[in-house]
């Protein structure tokens, strides 16, 4: 997965990288996995060749929102739980843009989990990174529908008695067309599941399991450490099986299973199957009219 050519092409290209980095104060707290997983996003669109101007990031609410004032590029910042709609609007109405949307558990599995529903049965072409830290880290480490089970947080003193959902074992149920997963701590890891999903023409699910050393005390580094596994270096591994992705998943304890999990790379995307769109060449953008519309303003 490291791939040394890679670096070295990543080394020359540190000018294109440069131009992605703002000058913004940085706000995460020390060792928080959002700098692994923004790093590894700007790698990743270096190495893919992606210009400022050819891709949109859309950002959740939450400590991963506030990403959006530390890459350079088109940037949205919308509500909380709200990402997918925006997102997916946006790389309908103009699908030469790449377009990556970004939250955390919170927004994803609490808040907007009807959207992520949306997103994935529709295979909007948009890259998804769900940062995994198990809790709402902006509003002080609130559990999520993620969080572990017995974990004490901020919100839920004497701990959570509920199971959390099994996230990617709930994305694999809706038939999705690419999942993925990834680690914070592992940069180059991640780096390389971006490169693969930029490259996918439907909805492509990224999962970084990312580390908030200042709210999730239940898995820190170290416990993540213990447990990941490279999913190539498991035998017989059919990543075009979706049960056997589903039973890999299920445990969230002992394996965890970093790699491209599942693709299908026989779905149509949207575009293919929408019947008003199909075959049309312009794009909604394109096809706007400017309508004079100073009458209704006196
Ligand atoms: C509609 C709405 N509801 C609630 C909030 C309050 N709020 C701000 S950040 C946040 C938690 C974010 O947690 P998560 O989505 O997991 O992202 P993280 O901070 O962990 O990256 C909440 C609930 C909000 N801003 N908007
Ligand atoms: S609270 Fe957690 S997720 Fe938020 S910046 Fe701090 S370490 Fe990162």
Redesign the pocket.
Known sequence: MRDKKDLHKLSKLSGDYLKYETNKVL????????YGIQNALKRALVLEGYKKEDFLMCFDI???G?GSDKIEGYTLHGLHGRVLPVASGCALANPKMKVIASA?DGGTFSEGINHLVCAIRNDYPVLFIH?N?E?Y??T??QASSLTRCGAIMNGTPKEVTIDPINSLDFVLSLNPSFVARSFSGEIGHITEMFRLALKHKGFAYVEIL???????KMTPDIWYAKRIKMIEDKKDYDKSDIWQARRIVRDMENEIWLGLLYENKKKSNFFETYPFRKGVKTALVEEVRHKDISQFMQ
């Open positions: 706000t995460w707290c020390g060792n928080c996995g959002n939450g400590c991963n506030n955390g940062h830290n809790n880290g902006l002080v480490g990312q580390s908030c050393p200042t709210y999730n």
